[in-house]
Antibody, heavy 119, light 105 residues
Framework: QVQLQESGPGLVKPSETLSLTCNVS??????????WSWIRQPPGKGLEWIGY???????KHSPSFKSRVTISVDTSKNQFSLKLSSVTAADTAVYFC???????????WGRGTLVTVSS | EIVLTQSPGTLSLSPGERATLSCRPS???????LAWYQQKPGQAPRLLIY???SRASAIPDRFSGSGSGTDFTLTISRLEPEDFAVYYC??????FGQGTRLEIK
């Protein structure tokens, strides 16, 4: 298992872009075994899968986010990132980064970071 | 897109009882990629079961998973006080189920 830590602004204005980074330690984002994922949880609600990126750069995201989501990886910094554009109050949530091989599931999680969308 | 439906929404049981949680995909899925997670308030989820039936590292053997296709089950054989939490299923790379809240009766 790797260790993951989310970072980024805790407050974002409506219509702007939410940007978060997940720092990876104890492993490499270049690992061919792992998919690097983002999940969020609105206050009092369930887990919402956002998407993932593979070390090759291929991505998949939930259709719920349409074209608002960009997930990228920075191998030089051993981290991966999430950008969510045109945010509204409905995007207020705790955002988690997570990883794990598909055959094992998401066995490593960050602690989560609360992002509030408000003017 | 695969939709996972979990039932019941809330399960009220007492310590020592057996818990049975259901996860039903909207279409047949490969059990290889079916996982269960436990989440306690204020914490990140924790992987319990992967490949539908394999326990993750350090997960007690009172937790077991089974199923295939469109019908999967998480069973907790004898509930301990620390097992009362919310449980989610997921097929890797698709949305989570809506969760089952396991509460103390």
């Amino acid at each position: 298992q790797v260790q993951l830590q989310e970072s980024g602004p805790g407050l974002v204005k409506p219509s702007e872009t939410l940007s978060l980074t997940c720092n990876v330690s104890g492993g490499s984002v270049n690992s061919g075994s792992y998919y690097w994922s983002w999940i969020r949880q609105p206050p009092g609600k369930g887990l919402e899968w956002i998407g993932y990126i593979y070390y090759s750069g291929s991505t998949k995201h939930s259709p719920s986010f349409k074209s608002r989501v960009t997930i990228s990886v920075d191998t030089s910094k051993n981290q991966f990132s999430l950008k969510l554009s045109s945010v509204t109050a409905a995007d207020t949530a705790v955002y988690f980064c997570a990883s794990g091989p598909p055959l094992v599931g998401l066995d490593s999680w960050g602690r989560g970071t609360l992002v509030t969308v408000s003017s | 897109e695969i939709v996972l439906t979990q039932s019941p929404g809330t399960l009220s049981l007492s310590p020592g009882e057996r818990a049975t949680l259901s996860c039903r995909p909207s279409q047949s899925v490969t059990s290889t990629y079916l996982a269960w997670y436990q989440q306690k308030p204020g914490q990140a989820p924790r992987l319990l079961i992967y490949g539908a039936s394999s326990r993750a590292s350090a997960i007690p053997d009172r937790f077991s998973g089974s199923g295939s296709g469109t019908d999967f089950t998480l069973t907790i054989s004898r509930l301990e006080p620390e097992d009362f939490a919310v449980y989610y299923c997921q097929h890797y790379g698709t949305p989570f189920g809506q969760g089952t809240r396991l509460e103390i009766k």
